[in-house]
């Protein structure tokens, strides 16, 4: 059976890539809202201990594990103490920057999507922060648990809340170390073909492991940011895969021609990155 093939010149615009210099002025301007936004959420002292006890309790009401039991766990080694600290720290956003520099030279039109997806979570985050200031478990009296950050090292917040300049410690709902972290893996296990890919998983699972332990976030934390990322992905359509989007080798060899709206669902999704 003979499998044609989309002619040659029309290779270049299924994975048109976005123009750079706009892609790197659309991410740091989001970040820079991000971090505004963030800023903004500071203070609310009361409040945020005052949902903090909620969201225990709402915990303890649906019977979900205590965040103890990790951190006991982990508190068995410090060494392993400060390596999760460490992991906190700087594995967040130095991972997801590379996941999509890799996407966007190797998968543009994942890289799109991808994209897309990233700011619709985080801009959601961001209304949350806002609407719902949460005091992480670390600093919640009832939940009886060490800030590993502080008395181990490294951390990335200042010793007070309200005296911290750098970061809104008060941003704990939802958890955008783990939403992150699991888009991260999503996006390569769509975007690649290797029986190996599913291994990415394991990012978000030691991300959630970390933010429990070190007692930087809530359990529901990682609930809610896993919701939101449902609903992004749900909003954000995924590309139609190719061989040139998702295929292991150097070829870009376009999918046959009796799947036509294979050929040009990259040139549909990369038209559409100014939307």
Do not use: C
Request: glycine share 10%; proline share 6%; net charge positive.
């Amino acid at each position: 059976m003979e499998a044609r093939t989309a002619p040659a010149k029309a290779e270049p615009a299924g994975i048109r890539r976005p123009p750079l210099v706009r892609e790197l002025l659309l991410v740091a301007g989001l970040f820079l809202v991000y971090k505004l936004g963030r800023q903004l959420a500071t203070g609310h002292t009361a409040e945020a201990f005052h949902n903090a006890t909620r969201v225990w309790d709402w915990e303890r009401a649906l019977h979900l594990p205590g965040e103890g039991a990790v951190q006991s766990a982990l508190l068995h080694s410090d060494t392993a103490v400060h390596v999760a600290n460490t992991y906190y720290a700087t594995v967040h956003f130095p991972a997801t920057a590379a996941f999509l520099v890799w996407l966007y030279l190797r998968r543009p039109t994942h890289y799109v999507w991808a994209r897309r997806v990233l700011a619709v979570v985080t801009g959601a985050a961001l209304v949350i922060h806002l609407a719902f200031p949460l005091a992480p478990p670390r600093l919640l009296g009832a939940a009886g648990l060490i800030d590993t950050g502080q008395v181990y090292g490294p951390t990335v917040y200042g010793a007070s809340p309200e005296a911290d300049t750098l970061s809104n410690q008060f941003a704990a709902m939802p958890s955008l170390h783990f939403g992150w972290a699991l888009m991260v893996a999503i996006g390569l296990i769509v975007a690649t073909r290797s029986r190996w890919r599913w291994l990415w998983l394991l990012h978000p699972l030691v991300t959630l492991l970390v933010i429990v332990g070190t007692a930087n976030h809530y359990w529901l934390d990682a609930i809610v940011a896993s919701v939101l990322l449902g609903i992004a992905l749900a909003v954000v359509h995924l590309p139609h895969r190719t061989e040139s989007t998702a295929g292991q080798g150097q070829g870009s060899r376009l999918a046959p021609a009796d799947e036509p709206a294979l050929v040009g669902a990259g040139l549909g999704t990369g038209l559409g990155a100014g939307r």
